[in-house]
């Protein structure tokens, strides 16, 4: 008896250290099912629960009371096709070759020899499935179904690449008809207004649908929102149903669309062991006014490495799992969800090197959990390290660049932007971003132990993967995907 009690004990305590841990041992009754949401261009403060105003949010304010809210997660840089690399393969884009926003006439894309998030899941008999905007490369070899995803239906590129929107111009360098895709081929080639006020409620649809059929397995779900990026479409369900305008009307309708999908988890009976993440691409892009969010009460928005391009809201959902209605400043970011999901389900990584690290303690709120980042690197445009941040993120070091900004003009009306400035940052600027989430006070010359130790994490990431403001060249880069004839 004595030795069975001990037994029992043993088997306990393994059982609570799993749990703690986040893991799934071999005699687990399931991997969990994974959901991410990604909107485009959704800044800061355009979700209710994190200061919206004209408009409210109840299914993502309600997702919020039933999980965690995360005030500082981060993108790996503050433009489409950048970020979504950094979300989907857990590296710095810059290191696989995929910089700013892709456009239609790109020749290249996600290289065949990365590992995707979908991929990763595979390895343990995941249902993969995607709805929305790709955006990372629109050529067949680079779409979705064959890089890990059983199935995709959506925009391969920004819904404002065609020839309709305000500011393109046909035959002077505009863009061509834009496509629908549905695994790798064009099912509907020239979308028009119409098609697209209906994106919003398509891609919740085949979510819910996906869902319905693989409730009896594991399953990984990536439903990435075209909107609220410009141009904005909303249904005729949503149209005039805010006092924000369209804009809020564009938001109303995202957040029905989460209503949809967690309604159905609820519906099939596996909400509970469903890891669902709410997020966005980057910060608003400012220039368009009334057709754009707000990142307040953060410096600047899309395009940028101030906070406001790259700190973006985000709530994930988990019950028994993640501590309900709770709120964490931990500094987080996109590359660390891939190798925290493997470590959770039991998968291997790539053999190729990663950014990212397993930060299941802070997102689960384990008591002392520490970011295991030494710092993380913000680049952007053509290879430019613009800015570090301590791994705690409390520090940010800013290093000379040029980025663009309203300069405090109100932005454009009706779908039509105002115009940028380009201003300067001439010397290093240092940030406390606890006490300044603003930034608005330069402290560098109080703080000369941590620029050095941040510009000392600096010489390291141009040592591995350059830095075209300093001409240096990394050793750690890897080439993207480049298009092949015949495909």
């Not at 949809?260 to 909400?271: E, F, P, S």
């Not at 368009?288 to 790259?310: C, F, I, M, V």
């Not at 930034?439 to 350059?466: C, Y």
Request: hydrophobic residues 35%; charged residues 20%; aromatic residues 10%.
């Amino acid at each position: 008896m004595k030795a069975l009690r001990f037994a029992c004990h043993v088997i306990l305590a393994a059982s609570s250290f799993f749990a703690s841990a986040g893991t799934f041992g071999a005699g687990a009754a399931r991997l969990p099912n994974i959901v991410i949401i990604f909107c485009d261009d959704l800044g800061y403060a355009d979700v209710g629960c994190f200061g919206a105003k004209g408009y409210t949010t109840p299914h993502l304010d309600r997702m919020a009371g039933e999980g965690v809210r995360f005030t500082n997660f981060h993108v790996a840089q503050a433009v489409c096709s950048a970020s979504r690399a950094g979300l989907l393969t857990g590296c710095y884009p810059n290191r696989i070759g995929i910089h700013g926003a892709l456009s239609p006439k790109s020749d290249h894309g996600i290289a065949g020899g990365e590992m995707t998030l979908a991929e990763m899941m595979k390895q343990k008999g995941y249902a993969t499935g995607m709805a929305g905007k790709w955006h990372l490369g629109h050529h067949p070899q680079f779409l979705p179904v064959h890089h890990g995803f059983d199935e995709y239906l959506g925009l391969p590129y920004s819904n404002d690449m065609w020839p309709h929107h305000p500011v393109a111009k046909p035959g002077k360098g505009g863009y061509p008809p834009l496509p629908m895709i549905e695994g790798d081929r064009a099912v509907k080639v020239g979308l028009t207004g119409k098609d697209q006020e209906q994106l919003t409620t398509q891609y919740p649809e085949r979510a819910v649908r996906f869902i319905e059929r693989h409730k009896d397995r594991p399953f990984f779900f990536y439903l990435a929102h075209s909107m609220p990026h410009v141009p904005l479409y909303v249904s005729d369900k949503f149209r005039g149903k805010t006092a924000r305008g369209l804009f809020g009307d564009v938001i109303a309708e995202i957040d029905w669309s989460v209503g949809q999908v967690l309604d159905a988890l609820q519906r099939c009976g596996v909400a509970d062991n469903t890891w669902v993440i709410f997020t966005s691409d980057n910060g608003p892009w400012l220039s368009y006014g009334d057709h754009a969010g707000s990142a307040e009460p953060l410096r600047e928005g899309k395009g940028t490495s101030w906070e406001g391009g790259t700190r973006v809201p985000c709530i994930m959902r988990w019950p028994g799992r993640l501590r309900a209605g709770t709120s964490s400043d931990a500094m987080l970011m996109t590359i660390d969800l891939l190798p925290t999901i493997a470590k959770l389900i039991g998968a291997r990584l790539p053999a190729h090197k990663m950014d990212g690290l397993d930060v299941w303690p802070l997102i689960a709120g384990e008591k002392g959990a520490q970011n295991p980042h030494e710092a993380y690197a913000f680049y952007y445009a053509n290879n430019q390290l613009q800015g570090v941040v301590t791994g705690d993120g409390r520090w940010k070091l800013q290093f000379p660049h040029t980025y663009h900004t309203l300069a405090g003009k109100p932005g454009g009306k009706g779908g039509l932007p105002a115009k940028y400035e380009q201003h300067e940052v001439k010397q290093p600027e240092l940030y406390d971003l606890q006490n300044d989430v603003s930034e608005t006070r330069n402290v560098i010359a109080d703080h000369p132990d941590i620029v050095k130790r941040l510009e000392a994490f600096a010489e390291k990431m141009r040592a591995d993967l350059g830095d075209t403001l300093t001409k240096r060249k990394g050793s750690g880069v890897r080439e993207p995907g480049r298009l092949t004839e015949g495909r």
